[in-house]
């Protein structure tokens, strides 16, 4: 483990929050399908996440509650 080797794999890694807010997004416009084929895989999990995280806001700002 070196410091160069951080470094350039810190810029290859992908962008996680982008994943994230799709699935936030596409719980707001009524999307339920997730695009991201292989569920293990972690563009799909932080797609969920997002999706999720909206569904819950949703619930705590519901007028019902």
């Keep these: 483990y070196t410091e160069e080797w ?6 290859r890694s992908a962008p996680l929050k982008i994943q994230f807010q799709k699935g936030y ?3 707001r416009r009524g999307f339920t399908r997730n695009p991201y084929l292989r569920k293990d895989d ?4 932080e797609w969920e996440r997002g999706f ?3 569904y819950f806001d949703a619930l705590t700002h519901s007028p019902t509650r």
């Design 6 to 11: 951080s470094m350039s794999n810190k810029f």
């Design 25 to 27: 997004q596409a719980f």
């Design 42 to 45: 972690i563009q799909s999990r």
């Design 52 to 54: 999720n995280a909206a």
